[in-house]
């Protein structure tokens, strides 16, 4: 079984030959509309500046001395949604021609700043809540422009690169909450949601899967009725034993390990990350099913990390799922 043949069976939700780690048995295509610098300071395709911050790895964050308005007064004239027409995508392109095994490995695309991100990347988060209770119509006409523009994006992108899956990033919780009621999401995202995942599927995307840090628990559900596969973030301030119990037979789990505890913390022994995956595989695919591994270095103070996680993988997640499929745990020998 190729690497392709056994991504399908985790997104079947049936029991793979291995459990997969994304940056070796995926290609992953890079997303050429800058929608944030990635480790430095510039602006994004849309006119708005970031600020790398040295002490947290470089990752970049929104200049909110140089929002772009304040409220949604001719907010029309005012925004700068990206021209596709005018972006260069000869990069893609040729990324994209590297990739000569489609019919060996599944193709990921990731789309970074979902529509409600971009609402207050443009104007500020206090703004942009101040103005969806003051003038929610104008505001669900941004979200709606913006909604537009994602999926403009993703048919060209597709066109180029004919991803087999995309990952869609819209961050809506803290480590403690969410950012707002289930009831705004309702009113204001989840619509727009169903609608960028029937689209991504029409345009001829396999897989869709939402993106969002924090402690998102209670509105999987919701997720689901958009049409979403799969979990990416997978933070550990959620009951993930009970998330899993639930939903484990209907969503994906990605990356599938403690990017915040073990990965985030510097100094980590590479005993510690192996018993932290052992840990994580047990609890994520109790049942042998749903879950993808990938380290993802910028979430880690040791890039090391990453290395550690994929020679684990590529030892232990056949024996693991062999393991499963017998009805036996899986018991492996870590070094001390």
Not at 92 to 115: C, H, P, W
Not at 164 to 191: E, G, R, W
Not at 250 to 269: E, N, R, W
Request: hydrophobic letters at 40%.
């Amino acid at each position: 079984m190729n690497e392709r043949k056994n991504m399908e069976l985790i997104f079947q939700h049936k029991q793979p030959d291995w459990i997969p780690h994304l940056g070796n048995d995926t290609y992953g295509i890079r997303d050429y509309i800058v929608e944030r610098p990635i480790m430095t300071t510039g602006d994004d395709a849309w006119g708005c500046h970031w600020i790398s911050c040295p002490t947290a790895l470089n990752i970049t964050h929104p200049d909110t001395s140089d929002l772009k308005f304040e409220d949604l007064d001719n907010w029309r004239e005012k925004i700068n949604i990206p021209d596709l027409d005018k972006v260069d995508f000869t990069p893609m392109i040729e990324e994209a021609k590297a990739f000569t095994n489609r019919d060996q490995k599944m193709t990921q695309y990731v789309s970074l700043n979902g529509i409600f991100e971009r609402t207050h990347i443009l104007m500020g988060f206090e703004n942009a809540l101040c103005a969806c209770m003051e003038e929610p119509e104008e505001f669900g006409e941004m979200l709606e422009a913006i909604t537009e523009h994602k999926i403009r994006l993703f048919k060209k992108v597709f066109e180029i690169a004919q991803p087999d899956i995309l990952v869609y990033h819209d961050d809506m919780a803290t480590q403690a909450s969410q950012f707002l009621s289930t009831d705004f999401y309702k009113q204001y995202l989840f619509p727009r949601y169903q609608r960028i995942v029937t689209a991504a599927r029409e345009i001829g995307y396999k897989y869709v899967v939402q993106h969002s840090c924090g402690r998102i628990e209670k509105i999987i559900p919701d997720w689901l009725s958009c049409g979403f596969d799969g979990w990416d973030s997978v933070m550990p301030c959620n009951d993930l034993v009970q998330v899993k119990k639930e939903f484990g037979d209907k969503i994906v789990f990605m990356p599938g390990l403690d990017t915040q505890g073990v990965l985030g913390k510097a100094g980590s022994s590479r005993q510690e990350i192996e018993a932290m995956v052992v840990r994580w595989m047990n609890m994520l695919a109790s049942d042998g099913t749903g879950l993808i591994i990938d380290a993802t270095v910028a979430y880690s103070l040791n890039p090391a990390n990453e290395a550690v996680c994929l020679e684990f993988i590529k030892k232990h997640g056949k024996p693991f799922m062999d393991a499963k499929k017998a009805g036996i745990e899986y018991v492996p020998d870590l070094e001390v």
